[in-house]
């Protein structure tokens, strides 16, 4: 059966922003928090533990008050919304339609220099030249992975500079982001492998084709652990982006998205208020991304596993292809069934809100 598939366009139809140094409107807006953040643009994490918790913004309700004006120190820390009743799910205002030329030339750069590379590289260097296995590895390893360096410290400048408009909410600056971190401890045992691999005279090839299922195995635990503890009841041990130590924990996809979408897709600190707003206020948008968690974590965990297996019995060559594709299709597979999620949930978030929007 047939159902349309929503356009994620409606969700830029919102709510203008109103600039800091104009007059303020005839109807008081709503200023936006997140967890740990106040009005006056200071940290949950700074503040005294017994002001913390008799007043813990985590447990406020999505329709936060709107006592004072943003703070002068920290003016891209806030933002004003309008639609202070609800009468529609708070816009995220935020599209991958104007973006689909940069993500396009992105994922090609991506798959040529972390799949067409390496292969290539092997079976060239390998049966093409007289090379020692060492110097074909070391060359082979030595060339992957340069758009993923690179990219890495754009988002690192973005994130470090003084006054950086994607900055995680009520965080310092050298804490960067949730996901950056991760991507860091994900590169740091790709690297282990990667060296360990070509020291040898003789480097393991099986070793060597695993990089990319230790990188979905370590999301996929990543977001699974955080998800169960959220599951149980158990406080952020530590910040995850926006969300200080402490609070209630989200579905593990949620850290993933609000940095994904403000520091690589330029969303901004913007996309990160909005987004927080948006989990506390809609009851299906948290069901929503629960699910995701759970999808996107069982999927590179068992893709991860599928393919270690498959690389440690067959043939060396097969192996090392394997290795270095079934991961990147999985996530493409992944992607395609998502996007169609994502919008026939947001049709039914819509299509509900007046009657749900107050429900907890």
């Known amino acids: 059966m047939a159902t349309p598939i929503p356009s994620i366009e409606p969700l830029r139809v919102a709510t203008p922003l109103i600039p800091m140094s104009s007059p303020q409107p005839a109807e008081?807006?709503?200023?936006l928090q997140v967890p740990g953040q106040h009005l006056d643009g200071s940290s949950e994490e700074r503040r005294p533990r017994s002001a913390r918790i008799q007043n813990n913004p985590s447990q406020n309700v999505s329709r936060a008050p709107s006592s004072r004006p943003p703070s002068a120190l920290f003016p891209h820390t806030q933002i004003r919304f309008e639609d202070a009743d609800f009468n529609r799910p708070p816009d995220?205002?935020?599209?991958?339609?104007?973006?689909?030329?940069?993500?396009?030339?992105?994922?090609?750069?991506?798959?040529?220099?972390?799949?067409?590379?390496?292969?290539?590289l092997y079976f060239g260097l390998w049966y093409g030249t007289g090379l020692?296995?060492?110097?074909?590895?070391?060359?082979?390893?030595?060339?992957?992975?340069?758009?993923?360096i690179v990219e890495y410290f754009i988002r690192f400048r973005r994130l470090w500079r003084k006054n950086s408009n994607c900055r995680v909410i009520g965080a310092k600056r050298f804490y960067l982001d949730w996901f950056h971190w991760n991507l860091s401890v994900g590169w740091f045992f790709v690297m282990i492998e990667l060296i360990v691999g070509t020291i040898p005279r003789n480097p393991p090839i099986r070793l060597l084709a695993l990089p990319?299922?230790?990188?979905?195995?370590?999301?996929?635990?990543?977001?699974?652990?955080?998800?169960?503890?959220?599951?149980?009841?158990?406080?952020?041990?530590?910040?995850?982006s926006s969300l200080p130590m402490g609070a209630p924990l989200r579905p593990g996809i949620y850290a993933y998205i609000e940095d994904v979408c403000a520091v690589d897709g330029s969303g901004g600190t913007e996309f990160r208020q909005r987004l927080n707003?948006?989990?506390?206020?809609?009851?299906?948008?948290?069901?929503?991304?629960?699910?995701?968690?759970?999808?996107?974590?069982?999927?590179?965990?068992?893709?991860?596993?599928?393919?270690?297996?498959?690389?440690?019995?067959?043939?060396?060559?097969?192996?090392?292809?394997?290795?270095?594709?079934?991961?990147?299709?999985?996530?493409?597979?992944?992607?395609?069934?998502?996007?169609?999620?994502?919008?026939?949930?947001l049709k039914i978030e819509y299509a509900g809100w007046q009657h749900a929007k107050w429900k907890p």
């Open 28 to 31: 008081p807006a709503t200023t």
């Open 92 to 120: 995220l205002n935020y599209s991958l339609r104007p973006r689909k030329k940069a993500i396009s030339i992105f994922w090609t750069l991506i798959v040529l220099d972390c799949v067409a590379l390496p292969i290539a």
């Open 132 to 148: 020692s296995p060492n110097a074909v590895f070391s060359i082979s390893t030595g060339a992957l992975g340069t758009v993923s």
């Open 212 to 240: 990319a299922s230790t990188m979905c195995f370590a999301i996929g635990c990543e977001l699974l652990i955080v998800d169960i503890l959220r599951f149980v009841g158990v406080p952020a041990p530590c910040r995850i």
């Open 277 to 345: 707003l948006r989990y506390q206020a809609s009851k299906v948008f948290r069901e929503m991304l629960h699910r995701l968690t759970l999808f996107w974590a069982a999927g590179a965990i068992g893709i991860a596993a599928v393919t270690t297996a498959i690389i440690f019995t067959i043939q060396k060559d097969a192996a090392y292809v394997v290795g270095w594709t079934v991961p990147f299709i999985w996530a493409g597979v992944w992607t395609v069934v998502t996007i169609p999620w994502v919008q026939r949930t």
